[in-house]
């Protein structure tokens, strides 16, 4: 725990640099001179290759749960999302061995370096962008689809609403449309869909993430075009990864129109073709 106290102590330091506001409250809780109680460390769940996956992630939900949620705005990490999985997974591992207050994008990336050895997954990055009052919100799950279903790992300070979803949806466009819901339970309006290209399981891979392929504006589309959209990139998305992890690029089909929902006959016509 010795290097976790000193990089706390080191990011306490860079925070109240970052953030002068933030050191009158530090002091005024300081001053209280409160024994705060220790949080206990986070104790990551032992797999059993004889249980069923449903179970499986439901326990990388809770190890993910166990971290306390980072209020601060400021990540305790360096993040990257323009590395490739090996960052990703090196980082993941930090953030498990440090045991610091994590936000979403820190639950994602936990949530794909430990089901990485899980067969049979498909795992991309949804994030999702809302108002309310004015204010603008990021959000980052990991959607997961194994079999037919889908649902969801990751860590939201509406934990209850915007965090896990269970492994139980038919298609993609079913999870949107619940977290879409729940949205709406906390009084904010959906503005942006965003969905990334397939986690590679290959752990030493330096090729770039992808993590917005897809940029819907769902506020200005109809549901069922959101539905239609979703529904064909289910389809495309390993055909897109696989192409550019071979050649470096996109597709052709894979054009600015596709990625913002403007899929036209003629796209889909090619991705088919392309396909076979």
């Known amino acids: 725990m010795g290097g976790t106290t000193v990089r706390l102590e080191s990011e306490h330091s860079r925070l109240l640099a970052e953030n002068p506001s933030l050191q009158r409250e530090v002091e005024s809780v300081l001053a209280r001179k409160t024994t705060l109680k220790q949080p ?6 032992v797999w ?16 993910i749960t166990s971290f306390e949620y980072n209020h601060t705005g400021v990540s305790f ?3 990257r999302r ?6 990703l997974v090196n980082t993941a591992k930090t953030t498990i061995s440090e045991a610091l207050p994590i936000q979403c994008v820190e639950a994602v990336f936990i949530g794909v370096h430990l089901t990485n050895n899980f067969r049979g997954l498909v ?16 959000h980052i799950v990991l959607a997961i689809q194994h079999g037919q279903k889908w649902g969801a790992i990751g860590i939201s300070r509406l934990k209850h609403l915007l965090g896990y ?5 038919d298609s993609l466009s079913l999870l949107v449309h619940e977290y879409s819901r729940s949205y709406a339970d906390t009084m904010h309006e959906l503005l942006n869909v965003y969905v ?66 403007k899929i036209s006959h003629g796209a889909r016509k090619r991705a088919r073709s392309f396909r076979r």
């Not at 206990?40 to 769940?45: A, D, G, S």
């Not at 059993?48 to 809770?62: A, G, M, S, W």
């Not at 795992?123 to 990021?138: M, T």
């Open 48 to 63: 059993d290759q004889n249980t069923p996956i449903t179970k499986n992630l439901f326990q990388i939900q809770k190890f």
């Open 82 to 87: 323009d590395r490739g999985m090996k960052h």
């Open 77 to 79: 990490f360096q993040l």
């Open 40 to 45: 206990e460390y986070p104790k990551c769940p």
């Open 123 to 138: 795992r991309l990055p949804l994030s999702f962008k809302s108002s309310v009052d004015g204010n603008e919100y990021q």
């Open 165 to 169: 979803k269970e492994l139980k949806y």
């Open 196 to 261: 990334g290209l397939p986690f590679t399981s290959d752990l030493c891979s330096e090729a770039i993430l992808q993590w917005r392929i897809l940029r819907l504006q769902v506020v200005n589309l109809p549901w069922d075009d959101v539905k239609r959209i979703l529904e064909q990139y289910t389809k495309d998305c390993m055909l897109i990864l696989e192409h550019f992890t071979r050649e470096g690029e996109f597709p052709e089909f894979c054009t600015e129109d596709y990625r913002t929902g």
